[in-house]
């Protein structure tokens, strides 16, 4: 089992940036593979990113492409999210995930989830 415990959500202007943090316990974090995650009120849950074990992959979503970027560090059991130029449409609550053996967009395929921070976005 691991648990999960994401922070560094916020209210934030556009253009602004924020960096989410997703602490993991209870078993060490390089053994999975991690993701993020968003689902804004009314809508699907949404890939954002996710990470292979060592960080030797990633994959972001199209929307944040070029805008966010996830990485990851092991020794401090910790996945980040780096969110720069924000907009209004990435308003949303942010979870974190980790997956045992799957790496990439499909929520279904992770394993162990955080309860998510609030990212708001105003224009």
């Known amino acids: 089992q691991v648990q999960l415990v994401e922070s560094g959500g916020g209210l934030v202007q556009a253009g602004s940036s924020l960096r989410l943090s997703c602490a993991a316990s209870g078993r060490t974090l390089s053994s999975y593979t991690a993701g993020w995650f968003r689902q804004a009120p009314e809508k699907e849950r949404e890939f954002v990113a996710s990470?292979?074990?060592?960080?030797?992959?990633?994959t972001h979503a199209d929307s944040v492409t070029g805008r966010f970027t996830i990485s990851r560090d092991d020794a401090k059991n910790t996945v980040y999210l780096q969110m720069n130029s924000l907009k209004p449409e990435d308003t949303a609550v942010y979870y974190c995930?980790?997956?045992?053996?799957?790496?990439?967009?499909?929520?279904?395929?992770?394993?162990?989830w955080g309860q998510g921070t609030q990212v708001t976005v105003s224009s």
């Open positions: 995930a980790a997956a045992s053996t799957y790496y990439g967009r499909r929520a279904g395929e992770y394993d162990y």
């Open positions: 990470i292979s074990r060592r960080g030797v992959f990633t």
